[in-house]
């Protein structure tokens, strides 16, 4: 079956850190870019982060940059998300997503169920 | 940064409906723009890509159109299961911004 399944969210001190892991089945994970995409509780969908297929191009939203890393292990068909210096307003639901590249664009086709995480003291 | 805005920001419909959903972007994006639902609880779907492409086994009834700055999203007949909220989003150039989003709910 084709799917991302997230993991690794919890609860965590503001200020404090926390590895996020997604892993990939069902499909040719070294071929896709991929992303993390996040949704605060209430509030609309926001782009976190991409990565390429090897690794060599990454790019992060404005509200994460610097703090957070996302990196992957094809050998493991994984894609994991540094968060570090975590402040309150990173509460959300974290969202693995894979990005297609189809016809010359690029969309998320295939996203995970997600994994909460909560910044409080 | 490339902003991305989308009215209304809810409304109110019923099955059998035809319902439209405006985009607008602050710069024009050519047709790199991408339509998602998203229920809660559940991950976000992609419906329509490059302004006006149905992705694969999305429903006949869902159809984007649009191009530059502004985008439409249409469910023809609206059913049970397309209430929920749509989000759209651009992909001309990182950071790939999504709208604030529309709700659509029962009537």
């Known amino acids: 079956e084709v799917q991302l399944v997230e993991s690794g969210g919890g609860l965590v001190q503001p200020g404090g850190s926390l590895r996020l892991s997604c892993a990939a089945s069902?499909?040719?994970?070294?071929?896709?870019?991929m992303s993390w995409v996040r949704q605060a509780p209430g509030k609309g969908l926001e782009w976190v982060a991409n990565?390429?297929?090897?690794?060599?191009?990454?790019y992060y939203g404005d509200s994460v940059k610097g703090r957070f890393t996302i990196s992957r292990d094809n050998a493991k068909n994984s894609l994991y998300l540094q968060m570090n210096s975590l402040r309150a307003e990173d509460t959300a639901v974290y969202y693995c997503?894979?990005?297609?590249?189809?016809?010359?664009?690029?969309?998320?086709?295939?996203w995970g169920r997600g994994t909460l995480v909560t910044v409080s003291s | 940064d490339i902003q991305m805005t989308q009215s209304p920001s809810s409304l109110s419909a019923s099955v059998g409906d035809r319902v439209t959903i405006t985009c607008r972007a602050s710069q024009s994006i050519s047709n790199y723009l991408n339509w998602y639902q998203k229920k809660p609880g559940k991950a976000p779907k992609v419906l329509i890509f490059?302004?006006?492409s149905l992705h694969s086994g999305v429903p006949s009834r869902f159809s984007g159109s649009g191009s530059g700055t502004d985008f439409t999203l249409t469910i023809s007949s609206l059913q049970f299961e397309d209430f929920a909220t749509y989000y759209c989003q651009q992909s001309h150039s990182t950071p790939f911004t999504f709208g604030p989003g529309t709700k659509v709910d029962v009537k």
């Open positions: 990565i390429k297929q090897d690794a060599s191009e990454i």
């Open positions: 997503a894979r990005i297609r590249w189809e016809l010359g664009f690029w969309y998320f086709d295939l």
């Open positions: 490059a302004a006006s």
């Open positions: 069902g499909f040719t994970f070294n071929t896709y870019w």
